[in-house]
């Protein structure tokens, strides 16, 4: 895929934790991950988060802390703001998510000179 497609990917998972953030989303995990719905496939290749950790299913991202307070503390199946924790915790995913957004349009403008 495209730099410039995987940009858009990631894109909109921004915009997924944007709604979550605002209280109007929740976390559906693998089922409404952005990115995982092309690359999860049980083997996580190629997914731009996993290219940035260098770590596959999300390891060493926002999402575990995310996951294990969601799973702990709360114990829903749909994952949302529940208390301002979750807020913190969704706002450090969307951050990191715009980060990678951030560094994939740094390494196209690299790629562009080339
Ligand atoms: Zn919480």
Redesign the pocket.
Known sequence: MKIINKIRVMESSVRKWDKIIAGKGSDGGVLDCPPCRIYYMLICVGCPIAEYTGKKFCKGSPYVPWYW?QTE??GHIRKKI??P??LKLAQDMRDFMAEIVEHMKEKEKKEQKV
Request: aromatic share 14%.
């Open positions: 307070h503390v709360h529940y208390c924790e979750c």
